[in-house]
């Protein structure tokens, strides 16, 4: 599913991963985890095709994200969900309209827009909240919402990349619990996290990074 | 469908919520093409009637005071004979005086001084469109003005070309000043549309982030500087209408030459709807200019 091979990433001469090799199949869920500037927000912005590699090569679904064309990015990502820490929810716009916005993109019909929401919005429990506008929910609800944004489109890769930071331990748990049963249903999962309680509820196999480097690799809970 | 219904509704919500960039966006499309506007109508119009007076260029042979009735034929003959006189008529120096008191009523009083008719007999000679080039009619002019009993021959076909040379001159000068202010209203609309882009880049970002391509993202400002130029092209063509209103209205109040106002035109509907829809284009360029390197970059 996911295939990293001896993967290099500098910012302006600064190390942000070096010599990075993974393999992740369908249907894992897999916790980065490591302190500030571990490099795991890097690690999920190449394999999301944001970032290219300096050096190394990147297989997503067996397409080489290191030569991918700029044109195709779009349509890779289309394949994945992502759910920030900040949640990039489009303000002025309801829960309905925001997790509509990749089925329009895509150019599904009305009716089949409204049959997936409605379903992605039940499956986060935000369904009553359909017309509300997103500015006026609270961090956990749109966090919510933006999960419902992620799986809309039956992604096979969710990418979350501190999903919890912003979110206090009952939300957490509560989030956790989506992303669980998000990976439950086959949906490959790769969570970036510095949360404890999150990796020792999620139970999937946890890769630890420090400067940019691999420390290691194990599945804490099988 | 749905896309594009999505794609417009995006556009008209960012014109509503950057008003003064929206309003600046349309005036300056609209001072663009009204000032080109401008131009074109005085081209067209000064065209009209140079095209009106080439269809009638009249070679006026006046007569010695003391032409013989043999010279008279003899003119006469010559002038029917010539290939490129269309048609001949005779002006006596009887029918000269009244066309001078018909044409200027209040300029009579002038001859009453000189006693007599100080006016001479004439020939009009219409020289037909295929020979009025100004080389040709100055050639048969030279060869009447030889002819016995000619005391001297006018023809309008010089200044006339005259005239064309300044609609040359206007041409180009509506040109260049139309290119001139086509960079200005690209750049002023493109500079709208960017800080419109850059208003939003937070929810471009987003969009890019769940996929969206390049041209989905540029669609809704290509739709907003359509738009701008759109409203643009359409008011720049109510001010000149308006514009040209007004100046008729003047030129009728100072009484100016009779019949010149209603020689005047304005444009067509053809021609006012090609303004619109170059106000439409210009909108589109800058957009497009605006936001491709924006778009074109890595995602």
């Known amino acids: 599913m996911i295939q990293l091979f001896h993967v290099t990433k500098h910012y302006k001469g600064c190390r942000a991963l070096s010599d990075v090799s993974l393999r992740i199949e369908k249907g894992e869920c897999v916790l980065l985890t490591g302190p500030s500037g571990a490099g795991k927000t890097t690690l ?17 679904q067996n397409r080489n994200i290191a030569r991918i064309r700029p044109s195709d990015v779009p349509f890779l990502r289309r394949t994945m969900g992502f759910v920030l820490q ?18 329009i993109i895509r150019g599904l019909s009305s009716s089949g827009t409204k049959k997936k929401v409605n379903e992605a919005l039940q499956a986060v429990g935000m369904e009553h909240k359909r017309t509300t506008e997103t500015q006026v929910l609270s961090a956990g609800e749109q966090q919510r919402v933006c999960i419902a944004r992620a799986v809309v489109n039956s992604p096979i890769i969710l990418l979350a990349d501190e999903p919890t930071g912003n979110l206090d331990p009952q939300l957490t ?19 970036a996290t510095h949360n404890k309680q999150v990796v020792d509820h999620m139970k999937g196999r946890v890769i630890r990074l420090d400067c940019g480097r691999l420390l290691s690799d194990q599945r804490a809970y099988q | ?47 009209k009637v140079v095209g009106t ?46 066309d001078f008191h018909h044409q200027f009523p209040d300029e009579s009083f002038l001859l009453d001084g000189i006693g007599g008719n100080p006016l001479p007999a004439s020939f009009v000679a219409t020289i037909s469109p295929n020979s ?77 982030l769940i996929g969206a391509t390049g041209t ?5 400002y290509v739709i907003e500087g359509a738009i701008l130029g759109i409203v643009g092209g359409g008011l720049s063509v109510g001010l000149l209408r308006g514009m040209f209103e007004v100046f008729l209205q003047k030129i009728n109040a100072l009484g100016l030459i009779g019949g010149f106002p209603s020689a005047l035109e304005f444009f067509p509907f053809q021609t006012s709807l090609t303004l619109i829809i170059g106000g ?3 909108g589109c360029t800058a957009s497009i200019l605006s936001v491709y390197s924006w778009v074109r970059v890595r995602p």
């Open chain 1, 44 to 60: 999920l912005k190449l394999i999301f095709g944001a970032e290219i590699p300096d050096d190394g090569q990147i297989l997503v």
């Open chain 1, 86 to 103: 900040d949640f990039k929810l489009l303000p002025r716009k309801t829960v309905f309209e925001n997790v509509a916005l990749p089925l």
């Open chain 1, 173 to 191: 748990y509560e989030i956790s619990e989506l992303f669980k049963s998000i990976n439950a249903r086959g949906t490959t999962l790769m969570l």
């Open chain 2, 1 to 47: 469908m749905k896309q594009f219904a999505y794609l417009l509704r995006e556009a008209l919500t960012s014109l509503r919520a950057n008003r003064t960039s929206t309003l600046v966006g349309v005036l300056t499309t609209g001072f663009t093409i009204t000032s080109f506007g401008i131009f074109l109508l005085l081209y067209l119009n000064v065209q």
């Open chain 2, 53 to 98: 007076l080439q269809d009638h260029v009249e070679l006026i042979v006046y007569l010695k005071e003391d032409f013989s009735s043999e010279e008279k034929s003899q003119l006469e003959r010559w002038l029917k004979q010539e290939p490129s006189v269309e048609e001949v008529s005779f002006v006596s120096k009887k029918e000269a005086l009244e």
């Open chain 2, 132 to 208: 009025n080039s100004a080389t040709f009619v100055s050639n048969v002019a030279t060869q009447v003005q030889e002819l016995p009993g000619v005391e001297r021959v006018r023809y309008s076909q010089e200044w006339v070309e005259r005239l064309t040379l300044f609609v040359s001159y206007l041409e180009l000068g509506a040109v260049i000043i139309g290119l001139i202010l086509c960079l200005a209203s690209i750049t002023i609309i493109s500079n709208t549309i960017r800080l419109a882009f850059f208003v939003r880049r937070e929810e471009i970002e987003i969009l890019r």
């Open chain 2, 216 to 220: 989905f993202i540029a669609i809704p």
């Open chain 2, 280 to 282: 439409m284009v210009l």
